[in-house]
């Protein structure tokens, strides 16, 4: 998923196939190989947050059409995002608490600060895309976001993210596969 995520972020989808193909030859359920296209699928939609919509568009594209015709009519065409504003907002705090910790108030404050629409996405962003856990959990969510951070070049937010996986759980351990997986693929274009 990680190497999915990266090379979308990168504006490298084309790898993708070969990830996606690779990986379900390993996996001899369609129940298992669709939920893990759906987990990637996901992944790849947290990601479009950041590196975003023309990169997320392409990533999707590369995905989808890599999948045999039959596994494409087996996926899910239920949107994961909830839009309603009163569920979204309270979601957002909490998430950003558990992430962010006892350096929220500054990160809301900046972000406030720089501009209050800015502030508006964030919040949207945290609170429905990032706080879906139903199929990326919190901590895979922080390493997507680490994955795709590498891709952008944006090491202020790279830095706070690194500390953030493991503030949500996340072991030294996958936080440094994450950056080798990340650097790996930005290194190689």
Same mark, same amino acid.
């Given at each position: 998923m990680l190497?999915?995520? #990266?090379?979308?972020? #990168?504006?490298?989808?084309? =790898?993708?196939?070969?990830? /996606?193909?690779?990986?379900?030859?390993t996996v001899e359920s369609l129940e298992e190989k669709i939920q893990w /296209?759906?987990?990637?699928?996901?992944?790849i939609m947290k990601s479009t947050t950041i590196c975003g919509i023309a990169r997320g568009i392409n990533s999707h594209n590369a995905l989808f059409n890599s999948l045999p015709k039959e596994y494409q009519d087996l996926?899910?065409? +239920?949107? +994961?995002?909830?839009?309603?504003t009163n569920e979204?907002?309270?979601?957002? !705090?909490?998430?950003?608490?558990?992430?962010?910790?006892?350096? !929220?108030?500054?990160? @809301?404050?900046?972000?406030?600060?720089i501009s209050t629409d800015l502030y508006i996405w964030t919040s949207f962003v945290y609170g429905s895309v990032f706080y879906n856990r139903s199929l990326v959990n919190l901590i895979? +969510?922080?390493?997507?976001?680490?994955?795709t951070l590498i891709q952008m070049d944006t090491l202020p937010q790279l830095?706070?993210?690194?500390?953030?996986?493991?503030?949500? =759980?996340?072991?030294?351990?996958?936080?440094?596969? +994450?950056?080798? @997986? =990340?650097? #790996?693929?930005?290194?190689?274009?």
């Open positions: 190497l999915c995520v #990266s090379l979308g972020a #990168s504006n490298h989808p084309l =790898g993708i196939p070969v990830i /996606v193909n690779e990986y379900l030859n /296209v759906e987990y990637t699928r996901n992944a996926l899910s065409e +239920t949107p +994961t995002l909830n839009v309603e979204w907002k309270p979601r957002s !705090l909490e998430l950003l608490d558990a992430v962010y910790g006892d350096s !929220l108030d500054r990160a @809301i404050e900046n972000v406030k600060t895979e +969510t922080e390493l997507d976001i680490i994955a830095r706070d993210h690194l500390n953030n996986a493991i503030r949500v =759980g996340a072991t030294d351990a996958q936080v440094k596969a +994450t950056q080798l @997986i =990340g650097d #790996s693929v930005k290194n190689a274009f």
